[in-house]
């Protein structure tokens, strides 16, 4: 297959500092789509955190939680849940700590402690309301993610214990995620591949940040954002302009898709 795709984080790519997508990037995307190219979404986030723009966009395609659940036309292609046994386990000695966790499936948010400062300051930007207290939810249902919330002297510990099982990611001064060892954008995009048996060369992608670099070397062609980071530019085969100067349209526009 000659099938072509192109994979847009979110945070300034799609979106700009006020969380919203320009008029060009949206007519850009469509005439995307009219062209027979594939669109996705390739991000952080779960997929409940950016279903808006999922529908604002006409976008059916995503890779989540890093490259933990994967999803081709509204079919999960490829999921990688955390260890039960190893979420118990760190949940004690964050409880021990007092340290709050959240969990994450691809359909909402739940927590161990219920109305906790610190988690509301973390992530009244990421969710619309304060995560679900449901204590054990991971005993019952696949997670992909972990926000656990601690102060940077308090991490080494966690990952020193954890080293080899869990990737920690420092998002915010109180508070990191929890992943599993190895995952990324790029091995979202390595299930792409694998099921459309497409060419890594009509691979391409939009990113800005650090948590992109990895998806940029793995496209075909990796394209940064005018508004990126420098180790972002620095990784990407062509620099386009910000997200405010229409920059996925230019980039797009650049490399013959629309």
């Not at 409940?48 to 989540?64: A, N, Q, W, Y």
């Not at 001064?173 to 694998?194: H, N, R, V, W």
Request: aromatic share 12%.
């Amino acid at each position: 297959m000659n099938d072509k795709i192109v994979f847009f984080d979110i945070d300034g790519t799609l979106v700009n500092d006020e969380k919203k997508i320009p008029e060009s990037t949206t007519e850009s995307i469509s005439q995307l789509q009219k062209n027979g190219v594939h669109v996705a979404i390739a991000t952080g986030r779960g997929p409940f955190m950016f279903e808006p723009i999922r529908e604002e966009l006409g976008v059916d395609s995503f890779v989540s939680f890093n490259g933990s659940f994967v999803v081709f036309k509204d079919e999960v292609i490829h999921k990688t849940p955390l260890p039960a046994e190893f979420i118990t386990k760190i949940e004690k000695e964050a409880e021990t700590a007092g340290h709050p966790l959240v969990y994450l499936d691809h359909q909402k948010a739940t927590c161990n402690a219920d109305d906790h400062e610190i988690i509301k300051n973390c992530t009244f930007n990421l969710m619309p309301n304060y995560p679900l207290y449901q204590p054990g939810f991971y005993k019952d249902n696949e997670v992909y993610q972990v926000l656990l919330f601690c102060q940077e002297q308090h991490e080494k510990a966690y990952r020193e214990g954890y080293k080899g099982t869990f990737d920690f990611i420092r998002w915010h001064e109180d508070a990191l995620d929890i992943l599993p060892t190895g995952g990324s954008k790029a091995k979202g995009i390595e299930a792409f591949i694998k099921q459309m048996n497409m060419k890594p060369e009509n691979v391409f992608a939009f990113g800005d940040a650090l948590n992109d670099i990895e998806m940029l070397n793995a496209a075909g062609t990796g394209i940064a954002m005018g508004n990126g980071m420098k180790e972002a530019k620095e990784a990407a085969d062509f620099v386009t302009k910000s997200v405010d100067e229409d920059g996925i349209y230019y980039g797009l526009k650049h490399f013959g898709l629309i």
